[in-house]
């Protein structure tokens, strides 16, 4: 529960953060360098990492062992 709960809440804040950045200061008056930096604002290395361990942690553990 705790898992589906902090990846919900990353995705939500991931969707408010879009609307605000591209879609709340306007998309066509961004430039490719706004934009860029917006996207490493949304999907910081922190947040990834964080993902990742999550992923990680329940997928990692499983070997391709023979049964």
Known sequence: TVTYLFVLEL??????L???LLFKQGLGTLTVDQFITA???IFS???MAMLGGILGYW????????K
């Open 45 to 47: 290395d922190d947040e």
């Open 59 to 66: 997928f990692g553990s499983r070997g391709w062992s023979k």
């Open 39 to 41: 996207t490493n604002t």
């Open 11 to 16: 995705f939500l804040v991931n969707i408010g």
């Open 18 to 20: 879009c609307y605000f």
